[in-house]
């Protein structure tokens, strides 16, 4: 019978943890802004649980909310003056953006030692060097699920399905830092099922509801859905055929259940260490 790697019941650990070292701290608490423009429901439902997971761990919150209309220059303005606020140690701007406003530009606005999502260039290239930063809060939030399950990983083939700058590449940026043998596929990659077939490790992160079957998993392997998917009937589900691959490995995570609620437990991970890196300075 597969582990189970429950990302929610990990995210309490983790949260706890935070907790108890917020109540240890001389000085600021964690501020943590997030800014959401327009009313996408999906995004007001993440921020207000965003907003929710910083109170209880004692974190001073605060959400900007402005209009679908927003320019980008009012946006930018808005970034440089968090950016100057000593009380604000992480930013974060809530994704989709309307169509007029670039993304891009948006990120690389947000000062890098505040940038608690880790889309930063800076932090971005910090990832890619070994070096020290704040790096994406899902793949980060995997890593340590996989450590606190005392899942090895040093010389593990693995492979990540999906190049997305959110998931895919941080996740491989992070997994050879754990010394694993990383490879990177996605939907023109050929023979993509025998590849899958022969990770120790698989990560997948590319938006097909249950794609991933017993047959494209290897025996033992570590299987890790990032998917998330509404069915016609209802059903949340993620990219992996959960009941099928589930006898077939050694570990899966849920969906859901599994590495959604990590996310959000590894942004204030971000927050809390922003904190300290911008005082210490």
Known sequence: MALVLSGRKYSRVVKASLRQRVDELQGQLPGLTVIIVGENPASKVYVAAKEKACIKVGFNSNVISLPAEVTQSEILALIDKLNADDSVHGILVQLPLPEHISTDLIAAAV?????????????????????????????????????????????????????????????????????????????????????????DILVVAVGRAEMIKKDWVKPGAVVVDVGMNRRSDGRLVGDVDYDDVSPVCSAITPVPGGVGPLTIAFLLENTFKARNSLLAD
């Open 111 to 199: 000062l890098p030692e505040k940038d608690v999502d880790g889309f930063h260039p800076v932090n971005v290239g910090r990832l890619w060097r070994g070096e020290q930063g704040l790096f994406p809060c899902t793949p980060s939030g995997i890593v340590s699920l996989l450590h606190h399950h005392d899942i090895p990983l040093t010389g593990k083939n693995a492979l990540i399905v999906g190049r997305s700058n959110i998931v895919g590449k941080p996740m491989a940026a992070l997994l050879l830092r754990e010394n694993c043998t990383v490879t990177i596929a996605h939907s023109r990659t050929v023979d993509l099922k025998q590849r899958c077939a022969e990770a």
